[in-house]
């Protein structure tokens, strides 16, 4: 048997304790970097669902208003023809389309969907942002049942006769928009088809504005949240 003296054994345990002492650090220093790495993606995820969010405040606000100018004109119409008040066809024209006609929001969901990807959602700090993120983007079939169904009674109302030619649907200008001089709306009063599809379409637009805000508030909500999350 070889007999080791003490300063070999020494320099064996030595050698050994750097070399484990080397692995460890090399693995510690990996997942240092790891972690630096997925901070840093996660900072740049952040960032793009902030821009995300921000987008998507710009056209909710625009949706909004546009279904507010169509709610609040086929209110008007409702209550000129209920009164058959005389108004001027230009304005019966710009009535009549800003209350068929409105602007369907579209969401960004490419951020978030990226967060999920990487699955990165759990490292956020704040669980309620979380929950917000992951129930947000999964309650836009809410509002695009509203949206079906307006679109789905403009298509009813626009296959009505009777509508199209009160309306002056038929008679399209450069702008494609009804031309004014050829709407007969001293006629429009007098029939109920008319009256109850603009009372019909009036109700669709509020139904639809009704899920414009609560969108807007949700995403002032979650942008916030986000900023905060952003400055942690």
């Known amino acids: 048997m070889l007999s080791l003296d003490h300063k070999t054994i020494a320099r064996v345990i030595g050698e050994g304790a750097i070399i484990v002492a080397s692995i460890l650090l090399a693995l510690y220093a990996d997942a240092w970097l790891d972690d630096r790495k997925q901070a ?3 900072d740049s995820q952040l960032a793009a669902l902030e821009r995300d969010f921000e987008t998507m405040l710009v056209r909710v606000n625009a949706s909004h208003d546009s279904a ?5 004109a086929g209110k008007q119409l409702s209550e000129w023809m209920q009164s058959r008040t005389e108004f001027e066809p230009a304005v019966a024209r710009e009535k009549l389309w800003h209350l ?3 602007e369907v929001f579209t969401p960004s969901p490419g951020a978030y969907q990226a967060l999920v990807d990487s699955g990165n959602l759990g490292l956020l700090a704040n669980a309620a942002l979380k929950q917000e993120l992951t129930d947000f983007f999964g309650s836009f079939e809410d509002v695009r049942a509203s949206e079906r169904l307006q679109l789905d009674t403009q298509v009813a109302v626009f296959s009505s006769a009777a509508f199209s030619d009160l309306a002056g649907w038929h008679r399209m200008g450069q702008a494609e928009v009804p031309v004014a001089a050829d709407m007969p709306v001293d006629r429009w009063p007098d029939s109920e088809e008319f009256m109850s599809a603009v009372g019909i379409l009036t109700v669709r637009q509020y139904d639809v504005l009704e899920d414009y805000e609560y969108l ?9 949240a986000i900023e905060a999350e952003t400055a942690n």
């Open 40 to 42: 840093a993606q996660l």
């Open 68 to 72: 507010s100018r169509g709610a609040a």
């Open 100 to 102: 068929v006609f409105y």
């Open 216 to 224: 807007r508030t949700r995403i002032l909500n979650i942008a916030a």
